[in-house]
């Protein structure tokens, strides 16, 4: 399965060498005087974090600024930039031996990729579940969300974003960045 995916973007899956499509979306959405807004990210940001960082921290909002990648409809990822670093919480770490992204995630919480014989243990997520405290969703309620193993990426971030309160808004990127 080499080759350019649908929006341009392509990704090296850790470990194997190969050039694979993703799919799936990447949202920005930023909180500025009480409002959300939702605009979608460049496709590239599915495969390169460094790119998805980059762009988050281009948007220069004065309020909440947050990044959603739903992976291939494998995992998904959120990033927060914040003064001196980023906030990054990965739904899957075993992820990390099929897509770099998942692997540039764990390398930048400084967290070893899992073990090939870990592959066949229920996903388990890495990162920051703190990290969207500030916006109503408490540490523990994430867990739940993120450990829900019987949704999809997709239904997981919907979830996410309807209890910070922007589930419409993304809906709407969403919808129209669908190919």
Do not use: H
């Not at 999809?152 to 919907?158: F, K």
């Amino acid at each position: 399965m080499a080759g350019q995916g649908p929006g341009g973007s392509t990704a090296t899956r850790g470990g194997t060498g190969t050039v694979a499509p993703l799919d799936g979306w990447a949202v920005a959405v930023t909180r500025e005087e009480g409002r959300w807004r939702a605009v979608a990210m460049d496709r590239d940001s599915l495969a390169d974090l460094d790119a998805a960082i980059s762009a988050l921290r281009g948007l220069r909002s004065t309020g909440a600024v947050l990044g959603l990648l739903d992976v291939d409809d494998e995992f998904f990822v959120l990033v927060r930039p914040k003064p001196g670093g980023v906030a990054l919480l990965l739904s899957d770490a075993v992820a990390a031996l099929d897509y770099d992204v998942a692997a540039d995630v764990l390398d930048l919480l400084r967290l070893e990729v899992p073990d090939e014989d870990e592959a066949d243990d229920d996903p388990w997520p890495e990162g920051d579940l703190g990290m969207l405290a500030d916006l109503g969703v408490p540490e523990d309620e994430l867990a739940v969300l993120v450990e829900e193993i019987d949704l999809y990426p997709d239904e997981q971030l919907t979830a996410i974003a309807r209890r910070c309160g922007f589930a419409d808004e993304l809906a709407k990127v969403v919808e129209t960045a669908a190919p």
